[in-house]
């Protein structure tokens, strides 16, 4: 109980990934015939954005982060398409039974709200849900830098 | 450790708290002694009417066991779970019924450990040996039970830490402090992000007939080189970019080849328009083509 903690690791890969990512994926869309047409904007706005942050969560880890298979199967769920994880050791049902336990008031109204916003929130433990907060934040800010360079780019001068 | 021991033991004995069967016991192992030590506790229950003794005892007691918190793996079972109930006394509340529950515990763990192996925290004996005139102000309130109120304390102390990495990640915690101010800020910072690649999304989609011939005729690593690098190459304005300057990392020259056609082309045309893009990107294309291996470093 009072051993040391890991150092919390907030890594997240580079630019350019995140960059492949997207671009790969709204390929992926183009290809589509509907996607095009000009009246449909609400439709395209939205599957770009789903598209978005799929490639997101999969060039922050794919797998290996609870916010991005929570994602992941949250979007292939969409599309009714099944989804399979390789297996992890912790289990989601433990986590749900302990987070009973732990109640204390005033923190845990504010973590309900960030369980609502961070992908996969609802099944960690509080202490959890700010390592993956802190990952997700991260990965978040890359892809808007990623899609503020693609719009600037595309941006007519 | 040998020496903290002592230096305890000698203080115990300076408070007269320390009968000789304590000292007997020292260094003696088994949990007879123990046995002995709380019916020599239970005995004494009555007549120790003052606070102040039970609270030095155990908290010198539990200073002995408090570092032993990291040995727990190696030990024994039972001086494992003995020096949790120690770990957890610590910021215990001076009520005496608890304290007599906590008695028999404390002195289980003394027992262990100081059989314990006690290379671990020279300085953290250090440490809590200066603690322990504030042995009477640490009074705190005790939750139900001593493990659970422990536990509670050492995730509270986890929180801390991941929320301390929270704050130099989110720009603008650091004026405010305590947990909901911050929990308030993060949270607005990951909708404020979410909003923003809604928003970029939205403008994305409008931007997107004039991808659409580009991405077609394009692999996607060119169009990685193109737009991540654009941007910046069009405000550089520059003829020649540093290999070094580029953020791509996977790619090698086969990017840099594609980035400085680009800017050649991007530096020789004025206006960006759709048209002149296919152009760009036809050029690239065919560049690319021809020489499918790397190392290619002309410009087009």
């Known amino acids: 109980m009072a051993s040391a903690d890991k150092p919390i690791n907030t890594d997240v890969p580079e630019k350019d990934v995140f960059t492949l990512h997207f671009l790969q994926s709204l390929s992926n869309l183009r290809r589509q015939n509907t996607f095009n047409s000009p009246e449909k904007t609400n439709d395209r706005v939205k599957k770009i954005k789903k598209a978005a942050y799929v490639s997101m969560a999969r060039a922050a880890g794919g797998t290996n982060r609870l916010w991005s298979r929570a994602l992941l199967r949250r979007a292939a769920k969409e599309n009714s398409k099944v989804v399979r994880f390789p297996r992890r050791k912790k289990r989601v049902t433990c986590l749900r039974r302990r987070r009973s336990n732990r109640r204390d008031p005033v923190e845990e109204e504010e973590a309900e709200r960030l369980r609502n916003l961070v992908p996969g929130g609802g099944g960690m433990e509080t202490s959890k849900l700010m390592e993956e907060t802190a990952h997700y934040i991260k990965c978040l800010s890359m892809q808007v830098k990623v899609m503020q360079c693609l719009v600037d780019g595309l941006a007519p001068k | 450790m040998d020496l903290s021991v002592l230096e305890r033991v000698k203080w115990l004995q300076q408070q007269q708290m320390v009968s000789p069967e304590f000292f007997e016991i020292l260094g003696s192992d088994g949990r007879e002694e123990l046995k002995r030590v709380e019916s020599y506790l239970g005995n004494n229950n009555d007549e120790w009417q003052s606070f102040r003794h039970y609270e030095t005892i155990d908290g010198c007691i539990s200073r002995t066991s408090s570092f032993q918190m990291e040995q727990v793996k190696n030990n024994e079972e039972n001086r494992a779970t003995a020096l949790q109930h120690k770990r957890k006394t610590e910021g215990k509340t001076e009520k005496i019924e608890n304290k007599k529950n906590k008695k028999i ?44 109120s422990l536990a509670e304390r050492a995730r509270r102390e986890k929180l801390s830490k991941k929320m301390k990495c929270l704050q130099d ?132």
């Open chain 2, 169 to 300: 990640i989110v720009p603008g915690c650091n004026k405010v402090t305590g947990k909901a101010g911050m929990l308030d800020e993060i949270i607005n910072y990951v909708q404020s992000l979410q909003q923003q690649v809604e928003f970029l999304s939205m403008k994305l989609s409008v931007l997107n007939p004039e991808l659409e011939y580009h991405i077609n005729e394009l692999s996607t690593k060119q169009f990685q080189a193109c737009f991540t690098d654009l941007p910046e190459a069009v405000s550089k304005q520059s003829m020649m970019v540093d290999a070094s300057s580029f953020p791509l990392q996977h790619q090698e020259s086969l990017d840099y080849s594609v980035i400085n056609s680009i800017q050649t082309t991007t530096l020789g045309s004025k206006d960006q328009t759709s048209s002149g893009w296919e152009i760009h990107s036809q050029s690239l294309y065919n560049n690319l083509r021809t020489d499918s291996d790397s190392s290619f470093f002309s410009l087009k």
């Open chain 2, 105 to 148: 515990k404390t002195e289980d763990e003394t027992e262990s450990s100081m059989k314990g192996k006690s290379n671990m925290s020279n300085s953290e004996t250090s440490s809590e040996i200066q603690k322990r005139d504030y042995i009477h102000v640490r009074a705190r309130r005790g939750e139900a039970t001593d493990r659970h």
